[in-house]
């Protein structure tokens, strides 16, 4: 396999990406989308390390990593949902009732 | 022996409780009567340290306890009769005495009768403890105690409010001098590391003597303080709104002698050192000079006499300029003598004209109130240096002293002082007592002799101004100088050679002379062409500036007092308030400013919030790889 | 581990609760579970240390911060009996989602492999998203909850990113192995190490609110309810600090003096920030959040040294922070229970008058926060001060400047209370029925006295 | 250890009564407490130079915190004062109605334990708790009771003099890191802690502030003049006769030892400042109309000279300095007190208001005229003694700077008289409003000042000679001599 650092470089591409969406976007749901980046950019790495080491515990922890994000996903819908169904919206940059 | 000073001392003390405490349920002769008693016994008492030690006794000394002691000050509470104190105590209890006896009748009218005779007690005791302690702190506890005494009689009829400010300017100019005295005593302590007077004086020659002068100086300070000598002299002349009692027993017979006392106490120190004396004789003589002119032009019969006492204050200091400090302490006594007479004479007139002060209003009492007349009469004569009156002697030999101690210049000066004297004396004298009675009817009608209990303490007085001189004959008349012989054993005075037999009789003939000129001309002035003095805004030239005392007052109230005021305003409500106050505040607030800025940055939307986590891993990221 | 089942049995147990129309009995079941699962812990706790292969640890260390955080939230769950008013038909589902997060309390303070550290943050978060939005049809709560959520997930990122990292440096989550292979990853791969490590940090500096990473505290706390967030200001930290604490000590071969400078700067800024701005606040809950923070920013200075006495310092102060704030919040609810009216400092005027109980100890526990001797809050800064002085003087300054400012809105209340008149436009009157609520209060009032004269009864 | 006791539990028991019975309570409180200091006083060995009635219980161990309490002749004199001052202010709010009395007499109650602590405790720590602890009461005191705009001046106060404790903290710590062996923060422990010339003139300076802040010296008084005039009066009394003299116990017991290897040429600082708050101070005191001000700028400029001569550190200075805080002590509270029973009458403090009152109450103007000399220190009031042997170690210090604050003789005179002058002579007011008899309490509180102010005026080493001893002790450990 091509050397690790490729690996290392490109999910930490895929994870910048994630992080500039994440602050560029306002709609809550390609916010979603956005993190969902960056946890993927981790699983990469994560696979990719497992692979270079012939070991089990990384790809375990990808399991593990989807496993939340999904729940975390499913929450943070049902918030956006919430939401919509209060403001009748979904752009984030609406909320900024709390402030002092 | 000892036991005397503790009961000279004590039955004042006593006295003024009892006046004090129960004084109000009293009947007023009571009251009277306890008080002067006191005074009496510690007459009696000074009678008897005084027999004790002309009889070649030596000092007697009190021990009583421990006052303060704090590492290498320690204080003892003890009290030393020496020839010098007897001397002293002498004029305080036997004048305090009479002037006790005339205050019962002066005062008996007052509602603050009791609180007098208190108050004038704890003088008395004051001033005993001035001239008994032992030591520098002790006097100073008297020196201060007789201060407070002052403040509370010139103030004692506080309803008036200038009578007030009169005892407030009292007391704070003698703080004032007291600071002097405190630092001096300071020295004593760094220096001798006692105040003792007999160990401080026995070892007086190891100290060396820049810081003797320095010493001597200090305590000079505060003299002038007490004894109101330029440029402190101005409280005098107001302290006469105390009851005239007051005047002639504290401002002119005892209390502000304290000065002159404290330099004879001191003259170990004073003759060894030159400067402070120069200074003594100059401060002396100015003041002398000064405050008889300004006693040329006073309408107030107890200003004139006000200021003829701080001129005479000024001779003693003359006296012990040139180093003769006896001779000082002789006048001291004839000037009790004579000036408490004109004063309790003057009192005995405004007695009877109810009140009224001004001599302009007065004139040709001389009927009405014989005995006062007559012993004012002498009184002034014996001012005025008539011979063979108390006066004379005195005067004569502080002339004398000066001429040969300190040359011709403060000779004439001294001179020409007495001659002033004598013409405000009379002036004062046939403007009160000849001439035409210029006051309203019903003073006129209203006008009466003294009570016996005023005109006695007069009498006798009278008699002592006029023997006083036996006190210290020249020696064209004898050979035998009481004062100087009985004093000097305590008095290191500087050796002035005698002076020459014409010297004497030159002077004696020129004073007759000269006096007798004065009389006739102010008598001529005065009573024959009925010349009456005009208020002090009308004079004109150098009158003017004389009748307003060359301005002192105006020129100290701009100097000091104004400053000091604005400088107060300015302390507080700039410095203070604007400066200090602000730079606390503003840090204070500097606080909240931020806070209200730094709150902005909580904008509440969240996408800055990601940004600012994004730039703090950033910065993070930068430190860590910088680091 | 007996602990763990316990409370996530009794979470399932008021889920299905809730669904059946248990309500009323809910609160009660849940202290008194709560109350076992304690005892179970202590009980536990002498047997020694407990090791679930490598991944979770239960030793002295763990029970100390979990009794913390099972505490508080027994006092908690004691005051909430009003504190659901505002949705009281899924009071069954928050009481479950507070034993969820309890469990993850116990998994982030027990780990001992980035698996279970991973695990337990997210076990926390999760539940806690839903909390603070569980005020429904509130748009603040709403909006709280997305905040949160939102930057909780991106913080999620950077703390497996990290993760990610160090495992490529080291060759496994479990935190011994990384401990023995610390030296040779520090000088095959040191960026990783480093930058792992740098991520992992933010990660925790998010869960616990330090500066820069602090913003989304005061809006959740002042947005989501009271109930929670009490239950975050107290369960929520401790389970942060103590997880934090934790990972320092074991990865302490790796941190270079550059990561112990950074987490200086963190908890300076911290404390600045969080106590220069509490001052303008007028919300008094959201003068709570930045409160919170700035004490965050003063265990930070107890990270920068780490010895034996660190941990019972943190936990001291931890004890000490969760007591004043819980028997604020206390008070808090029992002057406003349903979140109708506003929280504005007014609320206080003229307290001392109109029921001195509470204003009297609302004013201990502020005293306590302000670090005014004899009280708990003292003893806690103080020890502090004193661990961080020899190496970190500056820092001790700054900690020193800031606590005299946060004297200044700390005691903005307290004036308030007892010196002002109450006005009567916002009169929240006490509610007198609640005595749940009073009985927490005076638990506070007594523990913060009893702590303050007797600090060793707390045997740390 | 029983002083402090007694007032707490005290003040507890005052919060269970009615205000008339709090008031009994409170009064038999401190006077108890006075008899139990006057039997320590009895049992207390003059010539010993060591800590007596010395006790030490563990308090939080791990920090080093000892309930370690002793006494010295110093520490002596100041529970003397506390105890004195306290029944008399309770004494004093006799004729007070405030609202919800037994809370401010418990508060007063607190205060006296607290600040008892202060003066007992041997450990630190244990004297920083205290000292703090003294500063709540106040803060409520004050704040509930006082007048008007409070808030804002009590906030100042508070927070100005919590930065400056704070400071002493930082300090105290600083010391004991210094210690010998495993850290302690026992004072026999901190006064040999070894620092190097730099560091202790850290220490120095950082002690200074706090006591400075405290007493308070020119720069840090601007605090004080308003709270004094806005507090109530027993606050002003316990602000002015005892607050204050935390800050010169805390010099002389603790900054003193424990900087003891900085450079001198400090203190020379510290006490040129205080010699200008002294003139300053007084020459403010010149022109304030308010009589609480003018009581509370003398205060500052008493307090400049006393911390002068303190500062000189010679045996002079410090006997002074201690034997000056008592009397100031009694003496303030007695003027702060006068102010209040004219302000109860004539319901104004302003001078210009005043006049003439000296007519129908002349117990009251004798009692005013005594304490009024106190302060202005004639001879054979306590004044004097103190000042005396402040100004002599002074001027020993220095010719200048003696010379400069002995002018506060003069300056003193100026503005107490004023201050009576104003308020007692002259005409009479016609608005009819007049002292008339006092109440007995007053009566009985202003009799026992004088009382003292004559007592100590004329026996000073009364109070010299408890504390001779340990002063001694204290330049011995200066001069790097054994410890007690």
Not at chain 2, 276 to 282: D, K, M, W
């Amino acid at each position: 396999m091509p050397p690790i650092d490729h690996y290392i470089w490109l999910s930490s591409i895929l994870f910048s990406i994630g992080v500039i969406g994440v602050l560029i976007r306002r709609n809550g749901i390609v916010l979603l989308m956005c993190v969902e980046l960056m946890l993927n950019a981790v699983n990469l790495l994560f696979t990719a390390f497992a692979t270079n080491f012939q070991d089990s515990a990384g790809q375990v922890f990808v399991f593990f990593i989807m496993v939340v994000a999904a729940a975390e996903v499913a929450v943070g819908l049902a918030i956006l949902v919430m939401i919509y169904r209060n403001t009748k919206s979904v752009d984030i940059s609406l909320l900024d009732k709390l402030k002092q | 022996m000892g036991s005397y000073i503790a009961i000279a001392l004590f039955s004042p003390l006593l006295g003024f409780t009892i006046s004090g405490l129960f004084g109000r349920f009293l009947p007023k002769n009571v009251t009277g009567i306890i008080a002067s008693l006191s005074v009496f016994v510690s007459f009696v008492c000074s009678i008897m340290l005084f027999n004790h030690l002309h009889n070649g006794g030596d000092a007697v000394k009190l021990e009583t306890f421990n006052w303060i002691a704090a590492g290498n000050i320690s204080i003892d509470f003890s009290f030393l009769a020496d020839k010098l104190s007897v001397w002293m105590m002498m004029i305080i209890t036997g004048v305090g005495f009479l002037i006790h006896i005339y205050s019962m009748g002066y005062m008996h009218h007052d509602e603050g009768f009791y609180k007098f005779f208190a108050y004038l007690n704890l003088f008395i005791f004051s001033m005993l403890t001035l001239v008994l302690g032992a030591n520098y702190v002790i006097m100073f506890f008297g020196w201060e105690g007789v201060g407070l005494c002052s403040y509370l009689l010139i103030g004692f009829w506080y309803a008036n409010k200038e009578y007030g400010y009169a005892a407030r300017k009292a007391f704070i100019m003698n703080r004032i001098g007291d600071l002097g005295l405190l630092l001096g005593i300071f020295m004593l302590f760094n220096v001798f590391g006692t105040t003792d007077y007999q160990t401080v004086f026995s070892s007086a020659g190891t100290a060396n003597s820049a810081t003797i002068e320095l010493i001597c100086i200090l305590l000079f300070v505060g003299a002038v303080g007490k004894s109101a000598q330029i440029p402190l002299f101005t409280w005098l002349p107001d302290a006469m709104a105390g009851p005239t009692p007051v005047s002639a027993l504290i401002h002119a017979a005892t209390m502000v002698t304290a000065g002159i006392y404290l330099v004879a106490r001191s003259s170990v120190f004073f003759v060894s050192s030159e400067l402070a004396s120069t200074i003594v004789l100059v401060v002396g003589l100015v003041t002398a000079v000064v405050a008889a002119t300004i006693g040329l032009k006073q309408n107030d019969i107890k200003k004139v006499l006000a200021y003829s006492t701080v001129s005479q204050l000024g001779y003693m200091f003359v006296a012990l300029g040139v180093g003769a400090y006896s001779t000082a302490l002789f006048h001291v006594t004839t000037h009790a003598f004579f000036k408490a007479l004109l004063f309790l004479g003057s009192g005995s007139v405004i007695h009877a004209m109810s009140g009224e002060q001004d001599i302009r209003f007065m004139g040709g009492l001389s009927k009405k109130l014989k005995i006062t007349h007559f012993t004012f009469l002498l009184g002034t004569l014996a001012i005025a240096g008539v011979p063979p009156l108390a006066g004379f002697f005195s005067k004569d030999e502080i002339l004398a002293k000066a001429f040969y101690g300190n040359g011709i210049l403060v000779f004439i000066l001294l001179a020409v002082t007495s001659v002033i004297t004598a013409v405000y004396m009379f002036r004062l004298y046939f403007l009160t007592f000849h001439g035409e009675f210029r006051g309203t009817e019903e003073q006129k009608h209203h006008l009466h002799e003294s009570p016996s209990t005023m005109t006695i303490p007069l009498i006798i007085l009278a008699i002592l101004s006029c023997v006083g001189g036996g006190l210290g004959l020249s020696s064209l008349f004898s050979h035998h100088h009481f004062a100087d012989t009985f004093l000097s054993s305590v008095l290191t005075n500087a050796n002035i050679p005698h002076p020459s037999h014409l010297f004497e009789i030159v002077v004696l003939v020129v004073s007759v002379v000269l006096l007798a000129i004065i009389i006739l001309m102010t008598r001529s002035y005065y009573t024959k062409k009925q010349n009456v003095p005009t208020s002090a805004d009308e004079e004109t030239g150098f009158g003017r500036i004389l009748s307003k005392k060359y301005y002192f007052d105006e020129i100290y109230k701009t100097l000091i007092q104004k400053p000091i005021e604005w400088l107060s305003n300015f302390a507080h409500d700039f410095i203070d308030r604007k400066f200090i106050d602000g730079i606390v505040n503003i840090s204070g607030r500097g606080v909240t400013v931020c806070g209200n800025y730094l709150r902005r940055v909580q904008t509440g939307n969240v996408e800055f919030y990601l940004l600012a986590m994004v730039v703090g891993v950033i910065a993070f990221l930068i430190i860590y790889q910088l680091v | 581990m007996k602990t763990l089942v316990l409370l996530f049995i009794s979470g399932i147990f008021s889920l299905f609760g809730g669904i059946f129309g248990l309500k009323k009995i809910l609160p009660l079941f849940a202290t008194v579970a709560l109350a076992t699962a304690l005892g179970y812990l202590f009980y536990d706790s002498n047997y020694g240390l407990e090791n679930l292969q490598n991944m979770l640890i239960f030793d002295n260390y763990s029970t100390t911060f979990i009794a913390i955080a099972i505490g508080s939230t027994l006092l908690i769950t004691l005051m909430s009996a009003k504190g659901y008013s505002y949705n009281p038909e899924s009071i069954g589902d928050i009481i479950g989602l507070m034993f969820f997060v309890l469990c993850g309390v116990v998994c982030m303070v027990s780990f001992n492999n980035m698996v279970m550290l991973f695990l337990g943050i997210e076990i926390v978060s999760i539940p806690l998203y839903v909390m603070v939005g569980s005020n429904r049809n509130n748009l603040r709560s709403n909006e709280a909850a997305l905040k949160y959520f939102i930057m909780g997930a991106f913080a999620t990122g950077f703390l497996l990113f990290g993760m990610a990292l160090i495992y490529g440096a080291t060759r496994s989550f479990d935190l011994d192995v990384i401990r023995s292979f610390s030296a040779t990853a520090l000088q095959t791969s040191p960026t990783y190490v480093s930058i792992g490590l740098l991520f992992i940090t933010v990660a925790f500096a998010f869960k616990i609110a330090a500066a820069p990473f602090h913003y989304w505290s005061p809006d959740v706390y002042q947005g989501s309810p009271t109930l929670v967030t009490a239950f975050m200001a107290t369960v929520v930290k401790t389970a942060g600090l103590g997880a934090f604490l934790k990972f320092i000590i074991y990865l302490s071969p790796m941190l270079g003096s550059d990561w112990y400078l950074i987490i200086a700067i963190m908890s300076a800024a911290t404390m600045l920030f969080a106590n220069i701005v509490a001052v303008m606040q007028d919300d008094f809950k959201r003068m709570m959040a930045y409160s919170s923070i700035s004490h965050v920013g003063y265990v930070l200075m107890a990270l920068l040294t780490v010895n034996k006495e660190t941990q019972s310092i943190v936990a001291f102060y931890l004890i000490a922070y969760s007591l004043a704030t819980i028997g604020i919040f206390a008070c808090v609810l029992l002057l406003n229970p349903d979140h109708n009216k506003g929280n504005g400092f007014a609320m206080f005027n003229g307290l001392g008058k109109r029921s001195p109980i509470i204003a009297v100890i609302l004013t201990i526990c502020l005293l306590s926060l302000s670090g005014i001797p004899p009280l708990p809050g003292f003893f806690a800064k103080f020890s502090i001060f004193k661990q961080a002085i020899s190496d970190h003087l500056w820092l001790v300054l700054v900690a020193i400047c800031s606590s005299a400012i946060s004297i200044y809105y700390y005691f903005r209340a307290i004036t308030a209370m007892f010196f002002n008149k109450p006005d009567e436009t916002i009169i929240a009157q006490p509610t007198d029925k609640n005595i749940a609520g009073y009985v927490v209060i005076s638990i506070t009032f007594v523990a913060l006295l009893l702590i303050g004269v007797f600090p060793q009864i707390i045997g740390l | 250890m029983v002083l402090i006791i007694i007032p707490f539990i005290a003040s507890l028991l005052a919060l269970f009564f009615k205000d008339k019975l709090a008031k009994v309570l409170a009064l038999t409180a401190s006077v108890v407490q006075l008899i139990t200091n006057f039997v320590l006083l009895s049992g207390f060995d003059l010539k010993a130079n060591a800590f007596q009635y010395f006790s030490s219980y563990t308090w939080f161990n791990s920090l080093g915190l000892n309930f370690t309490s002793g006494i010295d002749g110093i520490a002596m004199v100041m529970l003397l004062l506390t105890n004195l001052a306290s029944v008399l202010i309770i004494l004093s709010s006799w004729d007070n109605n405030y609202a919800s009395m037994t809370k401010f007499l418990s508060l007063v109650l607190l205060m006296q334990g607290a600040l008892n602590g202060v003066f007992l405790s041997m450990n630190g720590l244990m004297f920083y708790i205290f000292w703090e602890l003294a500063l709540l009461p106040i803060y409520f005191i004050v704040g509930i009771w006082g007048g008007e705009n409070r808030i804002k001046i009590t906030f100042k106060f508070f927070i100005y003099t919590f930065l400056g404790s704070l400071l002493m903290l930082l300090a105290l710590i600083f010391v004991y890191l210094h210690t010998p062996g495993d850290h302690s923060f026992e004072w026999d422990q901190m006064i040999i802690a070894q620092m190097t010339g730099w560091e202790s003139t850290l220490v120095l300076w950082a002690f200074f502030i706090a006591f400075a802040i405290k007493m308070p010296i020119f720069p840090f008084h601007t605090w004080q003049a308003d709270t004094y005039s806005v507090a109530p009066a027993q606050g002003t009394m316990l602000l002015s006769g005892i607050m204050l003299k935390m800050g010169i116990f805390g010099m002389i017991r603790w900054m003193y030892p424990m900087a003891k290897n900085a450079c001198g040429c400090n203190y020379n600082i510290f006490i040129i400042l205080a010699v200008i708050g002294i003139i300053y101070a007084a020459i403010i005191a010149i022109k304030q109309n308010d009589i609480k001000r003018v009581i509370a700028w003398s205060s500052v400029s008493h307090v400049g000279l006393i911390a002068a001569g303190i500062m000189t550190w010679n045996k002079e200075g410090l006997q002074g300095g201690i034997l000056q805080s008592f009397n100031h002590g009694i003496n303030v509270i007695g003027l702060f007190f006068i102010a209040e029973i004219i302000e109860r009458r004539l319901k104004t403090r302003e001078l210009t208001q005043m006049g003439g009152l000296a007519k129908y109450s002349r117990g009251f103007s004798f009692l005013f005229m005594v304490i009024m000399l106190g302060s202005v220190a004639v001879p054979f009031t306590n004044g004097f003694t103190g000042e005396f042997l402040l100004l002599n170690a002074t001027f020993n210090y220095h010719v200048i700077l003696g010379v400069v604050s002995g002018l506060t003789i003069i300056f003193c005179a100026v503005y107490m008289l004023r201050v009576y002058q104003l308020a007692m002579f002259g005409p009479e007011k016609d608005n009819g409003i007049r002292i008339g008899k006092l109440s007995w309490s007053e009566f009985v509180t202003l009799g026992l000042i004088v009382v003292l102010v004559l007592a100590i005026g004329i026996f000073p080493n009364w109070i010299l000679n408890i504390s001779e001893t340990s002063v001694d002790g204290l330049l011995n450990i200066m001069k790097g001599g054994k410890t007690l």
